[in-house]
């Protein structure tokens, strides 16, 4: 308009077909220079699966399909490695023994730590898929889009989508989870990331939970597709993040009141994921996680031997006894029996005998350390495998004869473990980034009151109506 004024006052006129061939010429000129990208290869259904994927409920419900999946294959695709090393364990326990008399040394080589330390080796296969698939998930560009999709359902509970990925990534360890809501600037919402990330459910959960399902769940196909042993690790895990969200609502409405908080971010591309790149990712969390808890779970076990067949009872006082017998004996009379036995009274109505209480109390150094802390009571060494350890936990019984291990107890143990801040780590790093000593207390006290609650108000509820 201001060049056509201007020409005007000259005495030049344009005709309008004239402007139209000018401004054309010039659009032209511009979009010469211009770069024009390659296409995007099967653009087409990459924007139909963001239709869905983005979608406000289909988006849900696949990312809920997706960790459905996820652990269906953790169950499947692992029972083939877990067998081997079962068979590593037991030939190394076996070689071992070949060497050694019969005596206190074996023992604890056997079943102190080739038995306390391959208990929780036997699961690393599990352990590995999950980081795989999360690092498939994150390199596709997938956890961007559920980040987004969840948006809009977490701030139903006060949260944005920002505090999405560090509640996922809480699914491998909650200690880097926790450490990368440094990203998020509303401190009220960063806080309260961190307060809830540990309900979410992590790898050092999965040997507990594989090995009490795997023990007292049956193993049989829904639907064809689905196992109920895996439909009930991926129901801990949905169950996670319900208590994480609720607990985020309660958090928000009470200490850390705030405005909502937006949730801005570009959307990457579709990629395909490069092989070595999940294979360092794979290995590094590995790498970690052997690293923190190995030495733990190394110490722990060779301290519960200790406790657990110390003081030594006198045989010949039971010379009608069996080896098995006499092994039950000794642990009941040892210095770890009678520390579970004092416990025993507060366990007892959430369905916890002595033992269970034995491994609680060692778990809270890591929660894995509890399937280490059964092999040892059990006696299940360097010669056994965890096929022995769950069978060893069907057959127990108390002093009437009734099976330790029942439905009711078993569902009341998964779900301490689901709520319960066993991991000290996690601690360590909550005051690392709050700065303050309160609230890693505050975590262990709201999350063990959750637990035991929640586990009594099972169990009760349970026995009552059964």
């Not at 701030?155 to 990368?180: D, E, N, Q």
């Not at 067949?309 to 006082?317: K, Q, V």
């Amino acid at each position: 308009k201001l060049i056509r004024e201007k020409l005007e006052r000259f005495g030049k006129r344009f005709t309008y077909l004239e402007e139209l061939t000018q401004k054309s010429i010039y659009i032209k000129k511009i979009l010469s220079t211009a770069i024009v990208g390659d296409p995007i290869p099967n653009e087409r259904v990459l924007s139909k699966a963001d239709k869905i994927l983005l979608h406000p409920f289909w988006g849900l419900v696949s990312f809920l399909g997706i960790m459905a999946l996820v652990f269906q294959a953790l169950f499947t695709w692992s029972e083939m490695p877990m067998d081997w090393i079962e068979s590593c364990v037991r030939n190394v326990g076996t070689f071992v023994g070949d060497f050694l008399e019969e005596g206190p040394l074996r023992s604890l080589i056997q079943e102190g730590i080739i038995g306390g330390v391959g208990a929780v080796l036997v699961f690393i296969p599990q352990i590995s898929l999950l980081f795989l698939f999360i690092g498939i998930l994150e390199e596709t560009g997938y956890i961007a889009r559920a980040s987004f999709v969840m948006d809009r359902f977490m701030g139903k509970f006060g949260l944005s989508g920002k505090s999405f990925i560090p509640l996922l990534s809480s699914a491998a360890c909650a200690v880097p989870a926790i450490m990368g809501t440094r990203t998020i600037e509303n401190k009220s919402d960063r806080l309260t990331t961190i307060l809830v990330s540990p309900l979410i459910t992590c790898s050092a959960r999965y040997p507990v939970y594989v090995l009490v399902i795997g023990a007292i769940f049956p193993s049989k196909n829904i639907l064809g597709i689905f196992n109920v042993q895996a439909l009930t690790m991926f129901g801990l895990f949905l169950l996670g993040m319900i208590a994480s969200m609720f607990a985020a609502l309660v958090f928000k409405k009470t200490f850390f009141k705030s405005d909502s908080s937006y949730f801005l971010m570009e959307l990457p591309a579709y990629n395909t994921p490069s092989i070595k790149s999940l294979a360092l990712t794979v290995f590094k969390k590995l790498k970690a996680f052997l690293s923190t808890a190995g030495q733990i779970i190394l110490f722990i076990s060779i301290l519960l031997w200790f406790l657990a067949n110390y003081p030594r009872i006198d045989s010949s006082l039971y010379p009608n006894l069996t080896d098995a017998e006499l092994k039950k004996i000794q642990i009941r009379e040892s210095y770890a029996g009678h520390s579970g036995k004092f416990m025993e009274p507060v366990l007892k109505p959430i369905g916890f005998d002595w033992k269970m209480g034995i491994g609680i109390i060692t778990s809270f150094a890591a929660r894995e350390i509890m399937v280490s802390t059964l092999s040892i009571i059990y006696g299940v060494g360097g010669e056994e495998s965890t096929d022995d350890l769950k069978e060893a936990l069907l057959k127990d019984t108390d002093e009437n004869g009734k099976p330790v291990w029942g439905l009711s107890n078993s569902v009341s143990l998964l779900l301490f473990f689901a709520f319960a801040c066993q991991c000290m780590s996690t601690l360590a790093v909550v005051k690392k980034e709050t700065n303050s000593i309160f609230w890693p207390l505050f975590l262990f006290t709201y999350m063990t009151i959750l637990a035991y609650s929640t586990s009594f108000i099972v169990f009760q509820v349970w026995q009552l109506f059964s």
